[in-house]
């Protein structure tokens, strides 16, 4: 079912609705000008690259040495978005956006810039943009209500896109008059505004009861969410393939214009420009679509537009049927990533929201920066136009895809944290750090019962590897039949109170339908136990032991 189907129209509202909000009103509009001095800097270093090498893959790495940061950073910056204040983060990675840009410019006007300079002053660029992108997505929630959430992720690619429609063929105008210095610099300025905008928006920020997480283990929680939850892994290995496939149209653009369409700088502003209005219009109907197909269905359809247009481009040499094929290719690959990232969004708790999105940022851009670079050398050594007519053959390819990976309905889902009771009782001397920590949780089930309990045990097991558990198994007393055992580790007492406060709402149902086996009417019996309890034992026979008795507890 269709994120939205049934849901009355008034409802949804409409694809402008989220602009009623403020802080996402005032945020979406600073984002234009960092989207237009984003791609005013990504034609200024193309055409710029055009310039130093006459190598195609030397081209094609512009996009790649953009994307490349999102591969490495996303995730880390995700996790990071996740354990601090969001809004913070923002500004940190816009700032060394802004700082990076502006070193690039200082060298592009000293004349200093070589091809790999040019690439790894991107790589920088693209670094503070990692770091910002899962600060603003993640946030993108705290800046609407849950009904404008859908709305809201398509204004943001909006946002891109509507720079897209004319930021390229700005960036051409700039780089004939000016040169590629003054692409670098206008870009710098352009980041300014959102900078501002997030240093003025008022943030409600919930501090957790607990302190953040190491990095090292926010990281392994949010990719372990990942792993466990069938509805986000599917979409990060979707994202994956149509990256791949589809990197063709930004990587090799501006070979079409200057070799199959014999132009200029100019010439590939306007392709792009053209992709940028298929793009804004799709993106407006991202909502509509979500309401009238499933998500399997509606990616199916767009994946064979956005194939047949690729193929289209590399067969002509006319302007205007090549700017028609990059528009209909424009209006199907923003549709198709919105409603992926939109899939995401309903599917993520808040506690993993910004490292569910960096996932999906990562593994889209790591195909479009693989994509771009396997591309390209395709090109070198084959042809241009056969590099686009196989990349519009392999998007149509993913399809298949659909058949071992099928994209799963959204349903509207609360995923806000809730709280389970049963605060767990301290008979020992801990810290956060100590650990491991062993669970086990004991039931009493009627032995007829026996396969459905076991049933309901195997989806518990992804639940509770979702939030944090780990070498998860089910043991049955073979004396006693209707005694079942669930088992799992933490690695320390912090990490197992982290867990406890990561139960939604459906993983809470999960629990409860596990207990209704239970015939003691009395829930679960859970025991607690430290692994290595080095430090809480007596050190000497005559020395005092302060914590006695047994840790034996009823909860969850």
Known sequence: MAAGAGMPKEARGGAFAPLREKAFRTIWTASLFSNFGQLILGVGAAWEMTRLSN???????????????????????????????????ALAGLGFAIVSSAVLTVLAFLDLTTP?????????????????????QASIGEQVSQQNL??????????????????????????????????????????IPLWLAFFVWTRRHTPSRLPPERIDR????????????????????????????????????????????????????????????????????????????????????????????????????????????????????????????VTVQLSAPRWVTARALSLYSSALTAGIGIGAWGWGAFAAHFDVAL???????????????????????????????????????VALGLTLRSGPVVIE?????????????????????????????????????????AIWVERYHCPTWGDYLRMRDRYTQAEFELQERA????????????RRRLERPFGSVRWKADSPDLYQGTVDYIGP
């Open 55 to 89: 190598s195609p893959s030397m081209v094609a790495l512009v996009q790649t040495a953009l994307m490349v940061p999102l591969m490495f950073v996303a995730l880390p910056a995700g996790a990071i978005a996740d354990m601090f204040d969001r809004r913070r983060i």
């Open 116 to 136: 790999w300079l040019l690439l790894g002053c991107l790589v920088l660029v693209g670094g503070g943009v990692a770091l910002y992108s899962p600060s603003w």
């Open 150 to 191: 859908p709305a809201a992720v398509a204004l943001g690619t909006i946002s891109y896109n509507v720079a897209r429609s004319f930021g390229p063929a700005l960036g051409g105008i700039v780089v004939l008059a000016f040169g590629a210095k003054a692409a670098f610099g206008i870009n710098a300025v352009f980041y």
């Open 218 to 341: 926010a990281i392994v929680s949010g990719a372990r969410y990942a792993l466990h939850s069938p509805s986000v892994r599917v979409v990060l290995i979707r994202a994956l393939a149509f990256g791949l496939a589809s990197a063709t149209a930004s990587a090799l653009a501006p070979l079409v214009a200057r070799d199959m369409l014999h132009g200029n700088a100019g010439t590939y502003g306007v392709l792009l420009g053209a992709t940028g209005v298929g793009a804004v219009l799709g993106a407006l109907f991202v909502s509509e679509i979500r309401a009238r197909l499933s998500i399997e269905n509606a990616v199916r359809i767009l994946a064979v537009g956005g194939g047949l247009s690729l193929v289209a481009i590399g067969f002509s040499h006319s302007l205007a049927l090549t700017c028609t094929a990059f528009f209909v290719m424009g209006a199907c690959n923003i549709l198709t990533v919105s409603s992926l990232n």
């Open 387 to 425: 590099a686009f007519i196989a990349s519009g053959i392999a998007i149509m390819a993913t399809i298949l895809l659909g058949l071992l990976f099928p994209l799963q309905g959204d349903q509207e889902i609360d995923t806000s944290s809730v709280d389970i009771g049963y605060e767990p009782e």
């Open 441 to 481: 949780i004991e039931y009493d089930v009627e032995p007829d019962l026996a396969r459905d309990f076991y049933d309901v045990m195997v989806r518990l097991q992804r639940a509770r590897n979702r939030i944090g558990a780990f070498d998860w198994s089910i043991s049955r007393d073979i004396a006693d039949p």
């Open 515 to 526: 207990d209704s086996y239970n015939r003691t009417g009395h829930g679960h019996r859970v």
